[in-house]
C-alpha cells in the first residue's frame, strides 16, 4: 500500500516511523515532511495546508491511504474533500474537527451532553466579557475561540490580567479571526493527562495514557509552548479513572457528535484536569498530540495500520489495542528562544550517536537537510524518545540520549518525566 502522511513535525516522524513497521505498507510519502522524515518517507514539497495540491498528489499518484496530522488542514476540510471524491484517508471531517477549532462548538457539546469541564461563558463583545470578569473575580481563564497553534489560552491571576487578555485577544487582535469570540471560564486545579482514542464514529478505542509538559521551563514555569516533552503512560490515570474518563468523556462525545450529525472518526484527543472532584475537560483536539504521539506510538504493539483503516471503516469494535509493559519518556530541544523568536539553520551534532542506544528513537520536528547536513528549522526541533522498564530508566535514557546532540543555543526541560517519578515510587 502506499500511504501519504500530511504534516512535517515530531507527530509525524513518528507515525511514519510505526507505518514503516506495517508489512502492508510499501512506501511512504510526507507532505512536507522534514529532515528526520526523509530518512524513512518521500518527502514532497507541499505544505500541509495545501489540501487541493494535497488532493491532486494523492489522485495522481494511486495513494491508497492519507493520514492527516494538524489540526489546521482538519478544520480546513481536507477529509471531506478526499472523501467526496472516493480517496481514503484517516482523520476528522471538517463538521468534527470544531470539536478543536472552535471552542465555543466545543463547550457548548459539553454542555448539553453533560460531559465534565469547567463553567463558562461565550462572548462576542469585549466590553460583556470584562463585566462578566469583574462580577465573577479571578483566578480565570481567558481563550480565543478558534485555532491559535496551542497560544490563544491565557490563564489570569488578577481581574487586571484578564481585562488585558480580552483586550489582546478582542481588541488588538493577537491571534486574528481566532479571537473573533472568545470564552471566559473557571480555573480548574489539579494535574493534566492527555487521553486519545480511536474513534469509528460509533466504537471508542483509548490508547495509553499520556501526559504533556507545555511551559518552557523546568517545575511548569514560563510562557506555553507546543509541548516540552511527554510520557506514557501518566500514573495519574489509575485504572479507575480511566475508566470515568471513558465513560464520562470519550463515549459521551462519540455519541453526541453522532447525535448532532458529526460523526467522529479519527483520534479524539481530551486534555484532561484531573480535580478535587474527578476529571474535566480542558479541550478537545482532533488529532494525535504532538509530543503525546512521540512517546505513545513506540509502546503501541499492534500495526497502526488496520487500526487507521478501521477508523474510516467503522470497525473498531473488531481491534483491540495492546501496549508494552515499558514506560516511553520524549524530551523535546527546542531552538534557543522558543516559544519566542528563534533561529533557524543552526547545524545539529550528534544524531546518530544519539540513537544508537537500544530504545531510543530521535523523532526530527523542526529539522532540513541541507548541504547533507541536518540543520534545525523550527521552534521545537527534536524529540528524543526513549523506552525503559521504568519510568526512571526511561528518564535516563532519554537524557543520556539527549546529552549526546550538540546544538548551539538549544535547550531543554530537565524534568520531563518527574512528574510520574514521583508518583511511582510513592506508590
Ligand atoms: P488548552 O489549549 O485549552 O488545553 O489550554 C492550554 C493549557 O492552559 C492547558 O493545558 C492548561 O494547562 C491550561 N488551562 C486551560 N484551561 C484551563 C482551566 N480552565 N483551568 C486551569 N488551567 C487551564
Ligand atoms: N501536546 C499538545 C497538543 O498536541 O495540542
Not at 508489512?23 to 500541509?48: F, H, M, Q, W
Not at 460509533?202 to 507545555?214: E, G, I, N, R, W
Not at 473498531?316 to 520524549?330: G, P
Request: hydrophobic share 40%; with cysteine; charged share 25%.
Amino acid at each position: 500500500m502506499k500511504v501519504l502522511v500530511v504534516g512535517g513535525g515530531g507527530r509525524e516522524h513518528a507515525l511514519v516511523w510505526k507505518l514503516t513497521r506495517s508489512p502492508t505498507v510499501s512506501k511512504i510519502y510526507c507532505a512536507p515532511g522534514n529532515g528526520g522524515i526523509r530518512e524513512l518517507a518521500v518527502c514532497l514539497d507541499l505544505d500541509a495546508t495545501d489540501i487541493h495540491g494535497l488532493f491532486d498528489f494523492a489522485t495522481g499518484n494511486s495513494i491508497d491511504l492519507t493520514v492527516v496530522g494538524p489540526e489546521v488542514p482538519l478544520s480546513m476540510g481536507i477529509v471531506d474533500l478526499f472523501e467526496q471524491k472516493g480517496l481514503r484517508v484517516f482523520g476528522a471531517s471538517r463538521g468534527a474537527a470544531q470539536i478543536e477549532s472552535s471552542k465555543a462548538f466545543s463547550k457548548d457539546l459539553m454542555k448539553k451532553y453533560r460531559i465534565p469541564t469547567s463553567y463558562y461563558r461565550v462572548f462576542d463583545s469585549p466590553d460583556e466579557a470584562v463585566s462578566y470578569i469583574r462580577e465573577t473575580g479571578a483566578p480565570t481563564v481567558v481563550k480565543a475561540d478558534g485555532l491559535a497553534a496551542g497560544k490563544g489560552v491565557i490563564i489570569c491571576h488578577t481581574v487586571e490580567e484578564a481585562e488585558d487578555a480580552v483586550k489582546m485577544i478582542m481588541v488588538d487582535k493577537l491571534f486574528g479571526d481566532a479571537g473573533e469570540r472568545l470564552i471566559v471560564e473557571e480555573f480548574l486545579e489539579g494535574e493534566e493527562a492527555s487521553f486519545l482514542a480511536f474513534a469509528d464514529g460509533k466504537t471508542v478505542l483509548p490508547m495509553a495514557s499520556s501526559q504533556d509538559h507545555k511551559p518552557a521551563y523546568d517545575n511548569d514555569q514560563g510562557p506555553n509552548t507546543g509541548g516540552m516533552g511527554a510520557y506514557s503512560p501518566a500514573p495519574v490515570v489509575t485504572e479507575e479513572l480511566h475508566r470515568r474518563i471513558m465513560q464520562d468523556v470519550m463515549i459521551p462525545t462519540v455519541q453526541g457528535m453522532a447525535a448532532e450529525g458529526r460523526p467522529y472518526k479519527g483520534i479524539l484527543y481530551a486534555g484532561l484536569m484531573m480535580t478535587a472532584d474527578g476529571p474535566k475537560v480542558l479541550e478537545f483536539n482532533a488529532r494525535f498530540g504532538d509530543p503525546e504521539a512521540q512517546p505513545i506510538l513506540p509502546r503501541m504493539e499492534n500495526d497502526l495500520l488496520p487500526v487507521l483503516e478501521a477508523c474510516i471503516d467503522g470497525t473498531l469494535d473488531r481491534i483491540s489495542l495492546t501496549w508494552k509493559k515499558e514506560a516511553s519518556v520524549c524530551v523535546v530541544i527546542a531552538a534557543g528562544g522558543y516559544p519566542g523568536r528563534y533561529e533557524k539553520g543552526t547545524p545539529i551534532g550528534g544524531l546518530e550517536e544519539a540513537a544508537s542506544e537500544d530504545g531510543v528513537m530521535v523523532f526530527h520536528a523542526g529539522t532540513a537537510l541541507e548541504n547533507g547536513k541536518i540543520v534545525s528549522a523550527g521552534g521545537r526541533v527534536l524529540g528524543v524518545t526513549a523506552l525503559g522498564p521504568t519510568v526512571r530508566e526511561a528518564i535516563e535514557k532519554a537524557y543520556r540520549a539527549v546529552g549526546k546532540i550538540s546544538f548551539p543555543g538549544s535547550h531543554f526541560r530537565k524534568d520531563i518525566g518527574m512528574k510520574a517519578l514521583k508518583r511511582e515510587e510513592s506508590a
